[in-house]
């Protein structure tokens, strides 16, 4: 199944509101979209307090990422890459 990073900006909220978006996230995956699976996200907040989150989704196709945004409302897409692998420093041998 093919692997989606998603750019979602949630503007400026605090930490508690944010969790209720995971939250609702977590819900929404496990009760209207069992077709996909939420790996993990890294949440990073700006100089000016914006919340954006990269996340990673197993999902059917890009359209199912978008209408399970939809649903979760509150924050807008940026960008949607569709992922063509994963690499770390253990792939790779020192010299």
């Known amino acids: 199944m093919p ?3 998603i750019e979602r900006n949630f503007g400026t ?4 509101v944010m969790k209720g ?3 609702r996230s977590a819900n929404l995956v496990r009760d209207e979209f069992p077709d996909v699976t ?3 996200s890294h ?7 914006t919340f954006k989150t990269f996340c990673v989704y197993l999902a059917p196709d890009e ?6 945004s939809e649903r979760l409302g509150g924050h807008t897409i940026e960008k949607i890459y569709e992922i ?3 690499v770390s420093p253990s792939d790779f041998t020192a010299f």
Request: hydrophobic share 30%; no cysteine; charged share 40%.
């Open 43 to 49: 949440v990073v907040v700006d100089d000016a307090g």
């Open 21 to 23: 978006y995971g939250e």
């Open 63 to 68: 359209e199912r990422v978008f209408k399970h």
């Open 38 to 40: 939420w790996e993990h």
């Open 84 to 86: 063509g692998g994963d």
């Open 13 to 16: 909220i605090n930490d508690d």
């Open 3 to 5: 692997r989606y990073l």
